[in-house]
C-alpha cells in the first residue's frame, strides 16, 4: 500500500493513456467523437484541480478521492462493477421484468464525422469495428465515470455544498454538514449529466421532445452508480468503469465487440493489455481476496 497522501492506481492510469491517445487520433482525422471526449477530459481535469486547490487553501467541504490505493482491489471493483450488472440483468431475466435495456444509457457522443472530415482515414476509423467499441465501451465509460463520477461529484460538494452553506450561514454539525455536501454533489452531478444529454440529444423522441422515461432511467443510472461508488460499499471509479463499460458492449452487441477485438492492431492490443489484467488477477488472487475487507476504507478524505 502507498503511503502516498494522494492514491494512485495503474489500472485508470492505462485506461486513461489509452483512451486519451486514441481520441487525439480521432479529432486530427476529424471525428466529432475524439473532439468531443477531449473535452470533457479538459473540463475534468480543470474541475478537479479547483476543487483540490480550495480543500488545500482549508475551504472544509466533503472531499474524497474514489481511487483504490492497490491494483489488487483495482482489479476487484472491477470485475465487481461488471459482475453487479450482468448480475442485475440476470436477475430481471428471470423473473421476467423487462425494465432494463443498454439503449437507454447512451454514451455522450456519438460516433461520427465532422462536415468536410470525409478523408480515406476518417471513413475507415468512423466505419471500423474496432473504433465504434473504442469510443462506446472504453473512452465513454473511462472518460464519463471520471468526469461525471468524480470531477462533477467534487466540484458540486464544493459548489452547491460548501457555496450554499457559507452564503446561507447554514452550519448542520459536522456529520449534518458532510451529508450536505455529499447530497449537493450527487445533486450537481445529476444536473450537469442532464445538462450534457439534453445538449447532445440523448433522450429526445422523433419530434423531438424530450423522452422523460429514458432520462429517468438514466439519470437513475447515474444516481445509483455514484451513490455505490462513495456511499455502499465505497467501490469508486474503477467499479463504475466496469459497469458502464459492461453496458455500453452490450449496447453494441457481441458481434461488434468480437470484430473489434479481433482488429489489428488496435484489438490485438486491447486484448492483450485485457490478458495482463487477468493474469495480473490470478496472480494475485490471494492478495485480492485478503485485500477485499479493505476496499471500502480506501477512499481519501483530508481532514
Do not use: C
Request: proline fraction near 2%; glycine fraction near 10%; charged fraction near 10%.
Amino acid at each position: 500500500m502507498t503511503d502516498s497522501k494522494f492514491p494512485f492506481n495503474i489500472i485508470i492510469v492505462i485506461f486513461l493513456v489509452f483512451a486519451t491517445i486514441g481520441l487525439y487520433w480521432l479529432d486530427r482525422l476529424g471525428l466529432s467523437a475524439g473532439s468531443a471526449y477531449l473535452w470533457l477530459i479538459f473540463i475534468g481535469v480543470v474541475f478537479i484541480a479547483v476543487a483540490v486547490i480550495a480543500h488545500l487553501r482549508g475551504y472544509e467541504f466533503w472531499f474524497e478521492i474514489p481511487i483504490n490505493k492497490t491494483s489488487e482491489r483495482g482489479i476487484l471493483v472491477l470485475v465487481l462493477g461488471i459482475v453487479f450488472l450482468l448480475g442485475i440483468i440476470g436477475i430481471l431475466n428471470l423473473t421476467g421484468l423487462q425494465v432494463y435495456s443498454p439503449f437507454l444509457i447512451t454514451p455522450l457522443s456519438s460516433f461520427s464525422l465532422s462536415i468536410g472530415a470525409e478523408t480515406f482515414s476518417a471513413l475507415q476509423a468512423a466505419t471500423s469495428p474496432f473504433w465504434t467499441f473504442f469510443i462506446s465501451v472504453l473512452s465513454a465509460a473511462t472518460v464519463e465515470e471520471i468526469v461525471l463520477g468524480f470531477a462533477f461529484v467534487l466540484m458540486g460538494s464544493l459548489l452547491l455544498g460548501y457555496g450554499l452553506r457559507s452564503l446561507l450561514k447554514l452550519d448542520f454539525g459536522d456529520f449534518g454538514n458532510e451529508m450536505w455536501d455529499f447530497v449537493m454533489a450527487i445533486t450537481f452531478s445529476i444536473i450537469m449529466f442532464s445538462v450534457l444529454h439534453y445538449f447532445n440529444g440523448s433522450y429526445l423522441n422523433v419530434d423531438g421532445s424530450w423522452d422523460w422515461s429514458k432520462f429517468g432511467f438514466a439519470a437513475s443510472f447515474r444516481l445509483i452508480l455514484n451513490i455505490l461508488m462513495y456511499k455502499f460499499g465505497n467501490l469508486g471509479l474503477l467499479f463504475g468503469i466496469g459497469v458502464h463499460a459492461t453496458n455500453n458492449a452490450l449496447y453494441l452487441g457481441g458481434a461488434t465487440v468480437l470484430s473489434a477485438l479481433t482488429t489489428f492492431p488496435g484489438g490485438v492490443i486491447l486484448v492483450a493489455i485485457m490478458i495482463i489484467l487477468v493474469v495480473f488477477a490470478i496472480l494475485s488472487i490471494k492478495q485480492i481476496i485478503k485485500e477485499g475487507d479493505l476496499v471500502a476504507k480506501d477512499f481519501l478524505t483530508f481532514d
